[in-house]
């Protein structure tokens, strides 16, 4: 985190770009985490462009791998495996460029709302606790930790109450 924090500091860096418009020009569409299992080389190929086009630091194929987002395909168990698979990918790229490339773990709303209203019938209601909220992006986070991220990329969070730390 230094050697990225030391480089921000000196220059502006370049992230990668969308990583579900290269994968539909792959052919593939649905959910993309299991992409990292099932289709390792489209999703290597996606990071090496990048690196190619320039990009200083290229962001994991892991929006949602979390439970709760896997849940919707039946794939909640899984969740921490695919974020490990998606950063250990985007680090085996960046480690082959020839030069300095970050890892961005990229982590999605779950689209579950802590402060939002899901039922409008029932205000008071949430389908997910905090605790269990933050029990998903941790075993996401610990995914992408073991699959070697350099940092941590919260993306189109919505609601604010789910970034909110533990």
Not at 61 to 73: E, L, P, V
Not at 122 to 151: K, T
Request: proline share 5%.
């Amino acid at each position: 985190m230094d050697g990225l924090k030391q480089a921000l500091a000196g220059r502006i860096l370049i992230l990668d770009g969308a990583m579900g418009t290269m994968l539909q020009r792959h052919g593939l569409s649905g959910d993309s985490e299991p992409f990292n299992i099932s289709h390792p080389d489209i999703i290597r190929d996606i990071h090496r462009a990048y690196i190619d086009a320039g990009a200083d630091i290229i962001s994991t194929n892991t929006f949602g791998a979390n439970r709760i987002s896997q849940a919707d395909y039946g794939l909640s168990d899984r969740a921490q495996e695919f974020a490990r698979a998606g950063a250990a990918l985007a680090r085996e790229q960046a480690d082959a460029a020839p030069r300095k490339v970050w890892v961005a773990g990229s982590i999605g709303p779950s689209g579950k709302s802590l402060t939002l209203p899901q039922d409008l019938s029932n205000p008071a209601w949430r389908p997910f606790s905090f605790d269990e909220m933050a029990a998903a992006y941790a075993e996401q986070i610990r995914g992408l930790v073991a699959g070697g991220v350099d940092a941590l990329l919260l993306e189109t969070c919505f609601d604010a109450l789910n970034t909110r730390p533990q």
